[in-house]
């Protein structure tokens, strides 16, 4: 079945540091791949998206290239903010919301 | 502006009870859906429906029941709420395959 793979972190970076949160995914198909965004208390936010091979999603100056070669998304961005804690989770759509599946979230937390 | 709610947005019963949590949405979406949020397991899915009278079992639907009578509302219930049911559940409806918006969660506790 179709399943998504992300470091689960904690992480914790200084402010104006790289980020990547790595995501790898197994699916049948061609699944439109996300990154949603969690803050605390709150309900899950898509951050962006990306629905083909090679497509680039980028929302808030984050990134993430749909690599199918290496089924992968990685989430990137170049210099974080405190703002920019959150949970943030990777997820794929294959076939509307039957098979919509999420990773386990990463916690990140930005130090000023 | 349009919207997606729950209620309660906590809400602490005990074993054996029956609990049904509400989800009320202002989109005009067809698809909608609930899922539980836990520790080391992301968001699993619970139950989700394409339409008025139509529902579906997710990936974790034992112990839960939904029931879509208009675009608006589906609301989730616990027959008879468990303490592995203690969890964060969200509700989500979009337009189509590609796109969610999610509720603000309620947070359940079963004693």
């Known amino acids: 079945g179709n399943s998504v793979t992300q470091m689960e972190g904690p992480v914790t970076l200084s402010e104006e540091a790289f980020l990547t949160i790595n995501c790898t995914y197994t699916?049948?198909?061609?699944?439109?791949l996300f990154w949603y965004v969690q803050y605390p208390g709150e309900g899950l936010q898509l951050l962006l998206k990306?629905?083909?091979?090679?497509d680039k999603g980028s929302n808030k100056g984050f990134e993430a290239t749909y690599r199918k070669e290496t089924t992968s998304f990685h989430l990137e961005k170049g210099s974080v903010q405190v703002s920019d804690s959150a949970v943030y989770f990777c997820?794929?759509?294959?076939?509307?919301?039957?098979?919509?599946?999420f990773g386990p979230g990463t916690r990140l937390s930005v130090l000023p | 502006d349009a919207e997606i709610t729950q209620s309660p947005r906590h809400k602490i019963t005990e074993t054996g009870r029956q609990v049904t949590l509400a989800c009320h949405q202002t989109?005009?979406?067809?698809?909608m859906f609930w899922y539980r949020q836990d520790l080391g397991h992301g968001l699993r899915l619970i139950h989700y429906?394409?339409?008025?009278?139509?529902?579906n079992k997710g990936e974790v639907s034992d112990g839960y029941s939904v029931s879509r009578s208009n675009t608006e509302d589906l609301p989730l219930t616990l027959e008879s709420a468990a303490s592995s049911q203690t969890s964060v559940y969200f509700c989500?409806?979009?337009?189509?395959?590609?796109?969610?918006?999610f509720g603000p969660g309620t947070r359940l506790t079963v004693l």
């Open positions: 989500a409806s979009g337009p189509g395959p590609d796109e969610q918006f």
């Open positions: 989109w005009n979406h067809n698809n």
């Open positions: 429906s394409y339409g008025v009278h139509d529902t």
């Open positions: 699916a049948t198909g061609y699944p439109s």
């Open positions: 997820a794929l759509s294959s076939n509307y919301g039957q098979n919509f599946v």
């Open positions: 990306a629905t083909k091979a090679d």
